[in-house]
């Protein structure tokens, strides 16, 4: 994360987690480093949990790892851990946490196809073409992310039905947010065979919680329960949670703030997850620009309180039995 002229510094971030040693799972087992694959031999989906598409984003990280060296093993189809962006993660500074998000470019912004088929080239494309084939292959995918930013975790489920279906049936965390992504780029879940009707695909990612934060780690591992029971890919694992009955509540995206200057700023430190009671309430400026809730009742979806130029600054969302305002 980059500082524009004239800005406060970052504060600094404390790492309460450690990075796991991810050397035994490097070489993976499909042709693809990184991937690992278990197979149960009986007929099933297949089911991927992604780690890492950012590079220090390392609770999914620690979750993964913690899970193969606990030798889990399906109980019926096909399990794949995967660490996607090795070459960031290998970055990863606790000293200077925020530097290792990606090498070249965000990898959760290229699941176009036409950018994958490009002659474009970078290491994260680079990267996404190699993984390609496998995610070409999966069912049921689950990528762990967190949040810079304090805010309570949620899990994205793109924009189709389907995927809102598998959001509420993992059920942790239980606010699901249903968004049509980034106006930069296709993140995985929002790859064309998630969120294509006609396919049985689907893919939901997890924010799990603040970076670097034990919580984060602990509510990555509870998605991942939540996940693997519902499918029915696991029936034992000793190391997964039980999962407490959840009430979800579902939230869609009405608008997605994009940061237009250089000096967006929020009237206030929101937490992601924030509630603004009133319609048109001032939350920010951008530059001479006032930007206010449009409607009663608005969640702040992960705020970025120092969003660069161009990218997404905070989605806006409304509860799915709230009238419109």
């Known amino acids: 994360m980059s500082q524009r002229a004239g800005q406060s510094p970052l504060p600094r971030f404390e790492?309460?987690?450690?990075p796991p040693d991810i050397d035994p799972w490097r070489d993976g087992n499909t042709g693809i480093p990184g991937f690992t694959t278990l197979r149960s031999g009986v007929p099933g989906?297949?089911?991927?949990?992604?780690?890492?598409?950012?590079?220090?984003?390392?609770a999914g990280a620690i979750v993964a790892d913690k899970l193969l060296r606990a030798a889990i093993r399906p109980a019926r189809g096909q399990l794949t851990f995967?660490?996607?962006?090795?070459?960031?993660f290998d970055r990863f500074d606790p000293?200077?946490?925020?530097?290792s998000r990606f090498v070249d470019e965000d990898i959760n912004r290229l699941w176009d196809i036409a950018v994958l088929e490009s002659a474009q080239r970078s290491c994260e494309l680079d990267r996404a073409r190699q993984i390609r084939p496998l995610i070409d292959t999966v069912d049921v995918l689950l990528d762990l992310h967190s949040t810079l930013w304090p805010s309570d975790p949620l899990i994205l489920s793109g924009p189709s039905e389907k995927g809102r279906r598998l959001a509420l049936g993992i059920g942790i965390p239980a606010t699901v947010v249903a968004d049509a992504g980034h106006a930069n780029g296709r993140r995985i879940i929002d790859y064309e065979r998630f969120v294509d009707p006609a396919t049985t695909a689907t893919a939901n990612l997890v924010e799990a919680g603040q970076h670097w934060?034990?919580?984060?780690?602990?509510?990555?591992?509870?998605?991942?329960?939540?996940?693997?029971?519902?499918?029915g890919t696991v029936q034992d694992c000793p190391i997964l949670p039980a999962v407490p009955p959840a009430r979800p509540c579902v939230a869609t995206v009405t608008e997605v703030v994009i940061a237009r200057t250089g000096q967006f700023a929020f009237v206030?430190?929101?937490?992601?997850?924030?509630?603004?009671?009133q319609r048109d309430t001032l939350i920010a400026?951008?530059?001479t620009t006032e930007i206010r809730t449009p409607h009663d009742d608005c969640m702040l979806v992960m705020p970025s309180l120092r969003p660069s130029r161009g990218h997404?600054?905070?989605?806006?969302?409304?509860?799915?039995?709230?009238?419109?305002?």
């Not at 206030?268 to 009671?277: D, H, K, L, M």
């Open 15 to 18: 790492v309460r987690l450690r």
């Open 285 to 287: 400026t951008d530059g």
């Open 268 to 277: 206030q430190p929101y937490r992601g997850g924030e509630v603004i009671a």
């Open 45 to 58: 989906p297949h089911v991927a949990v992604l780690a890492v598409t950012h590079g220090n984003e390392i």
């Open 82 to 88: 995967g660490f996607v962006n090795i070459a960031a």
């Open 95 to 99: 000293q200077h946490p925020t530097i």
């Open 213 to 231: 934060e034990e919580p984060a780690a602990e509510m990555a591992l509870a998605s991942v329960a939540g996940l693997l029971r519902h499918v």
């Open 312 to 325: 997404t600054a905070v989605r806006l969302a409304r509860f799915a039995n709230t009238e419109s305002g």
